[in-house]
């Protein structure tokens, strides 16, 4: 969701800018907020624009597992020089399923029941090996070598310095931070003690937990937007309908401060249920979403000062707490207006997020229908789908996560990490020392070698004062030679 707030927080700035209206402070370029997941793409063609349609790239085209296992791991590109990583699931295909898989298209569930043996298998294997253990090799799928080189070189550097909690100390969410800052150590681990501090401070966790976001429905009416079903490779889809977007009427059913809790509660159970859940019904790994962006009746009244404190602060948290979570947006029903718009807001973009965004004008059934079945659309953008039984499809919340039998397996393998987590803490205080004994180690070791390099010194002044004396012997011969 993070590349849809960006996108609508800016364009808040340059239609206030166009307009000669004063904000307090003048975003960053957004190569210093978002500079994460790009998918396997080498520089963008030229954007072709008309009345009706604005390609910015066609290189964001799903390349299947034959095609992503042949990528390399990175691609530079040749217009600034910036990382192009492959999509964040690239190397993740589990090793039990290396053909081609697509959703089934007439199934709420992913086609759930196309693959109902593969679970059961996984249950049965979990009454003697453990649920955990199963689900594991599930969700994890397999790494690659390289970037499991760098994850672990960077979970060593937190750990000497005590700073990498047992529950944070996990492959794919050290791969996000560090993706993020392009492999550099350094930004990485400053911006993930920031996540950590933020989610202390926020209390996160109780968020989680403890809060009720009991305005849902009112908050649907008056900003459409959710979750609803997976697209071809098996992303759960998000839907912004921002034109629709009535904020004074949403002001009068929450607040700010309540909305930003219940969009950090939607992201983690984004990171907890949602991508677990499309992990298991696609059987390979899913740690990004496909999401879609209605600009159709977007005007000035979208953007009043209320707009700008709310998409400024959910962008913040996106893009500081919840990196890589985005594989591609499509922007759609973008008329003349927003064309305008978009060309101003193009300058704010670097080429890695451009990458990931499909601006399209009133024909763009044709590219969704490429990545999504109709199935899993919702009617208003040209699917089949209504959830009429729901009040509408960005009520219904669709997809593979709703599944009970996989939100049982979901919620084994959370409980087992919880028990994992009490029994580390039996060992907490040999885990806690662990850091500064290696520290006072290190220390140890320092003085020592410091002691070796004094000596050293002495021994070469010594015998820098033999060789002087060898020399002055030398000369003395030399000259009673000469006499």
Not at 352 to 380: C, M
Request: glycine fraction near 6%; charged fraction near 25%; charge should be neutral.
């Amino acid at each position: 969701m993070s590349c849809i707030h960006f996108v609508y927080s800016t364009s808040l700035f340059v239609i206030c800018f166009m307009n000669k209206l004063k904000l307090v402070k003048k975003p960053e370029r957004v190569d210093n907020r978002i500079r994460g997941a790009s998918f396997f793409c080498l520089p963008m063609h030229n954007s072709k624009e008309s009345d009706n349609e604005i390609i910015i790239s066609r290189d964001g085209e799903d390349r299947q597992d034959d095609e992503v296992l042949k990528a390399p791991s990175k691609h530079k590109s040749g217009l600034t020089g910036k990382i192009m990583h492959p999509p964040i699931e690239g190397h993740w295909q589990l090793p039990l399923d290396q053909e081609r898989y697509k959703p089934s298209s007439s199934s709420t569930n992913l086609g759930f029941k196309a693959v109902l043996s593969y679970p059961l298998r996984i249950r049965q294997s979990l009454k003697k090996a453990g649920r955990s253990k199963s689900l594991r090799v599930l969700l994890e799928g397999t790494h690659d070598p390289k970037d499991e080189q760098l994850v672990q070189s960077f979970r060593e550097l937190l750990f000497l310095e005590g700073q990498l909690p047992s529950k944070h100390n996990n492959y794919h969410t050290l791969l996000r931070f560090l993706r993020m800052r392009d492999f550099d150590f350094t930004k990485s681990k400053e911006m993930f003690l920031n996540y950590l501090k933020w989610r202390e401070d926020y209390k996160v966790d109780a968020i989680q937990k403890e809060f009720k976001f009991d305005e849902y429905e009112e908050v649907k009416k008056c900003y459409p937007h959710g979750y609803h079903g997976v697209d071809r490779y098996g992303r759960p889809i998000y839907i912004e309908r921002i034109g629709m977007v009535d904020l004074n009427a949403l002001l009068q059913v929450s607040s700010v401060d309540r909305f930003v809790k219940y969009h950090v509660s939607e992201q983690e159970k984004t990171l907890n249920l949602r991508f677990p859940a499309c992990s298991i019904a696609a059987k390979r790994h899913i740690a990004s979403t496909t999401s879609i962006l209605d600009v159709q009746g977007v005007g000035l009244s979208n953007f009043s000062k209320f707009a700008r404190q709310i998409f400024m602060e959910i962008q913040k948290i996106d893009s500081n707490y919840y990196p890589e979570t985005l594989h591609r947006l499509f922007i759609v029903n973008a008329g003349s207006g927003f064309r305008m718009l978009w060309k101003a807001l193009k300058a704010f973009l670097d080429v890695r997020t451009l990458a990931k965004i499909n601006v399209l004008g009133y024909n763009y059934l044709n590219d969704l229908l490429e990545v999504i079945d109709p199935s899993n659309l919702p009617n208003f953008l040209g699917g089949n789908c209504t959830c009429s039984d729901y009040g509408g499809c960005l009520l219904s919340d669709k997809g593979p996560w709703k599944n009970p039998e996989i939100s049982e397996m979901i919620q084994a393998i959370s409980a087992t990490d919880e028990n994992d987590q009490e029994n580390d803490g039996i060992q907490s205080s040999e885990v806690a020392s662990a850091p500064s004994v290696k520290i006072r180690s290190l220390e140890a070791a320092l003085r020592d070698t410091k002691s070796k390099i004094e000596a050293l010194e002495a021994l070469l002044e010594e015998t820098k004062t033999a060789l002087k004396g060898l020399a002055e012997h030398i000369e003395d011969l030399n000259n009673s030679w000469e006499a």
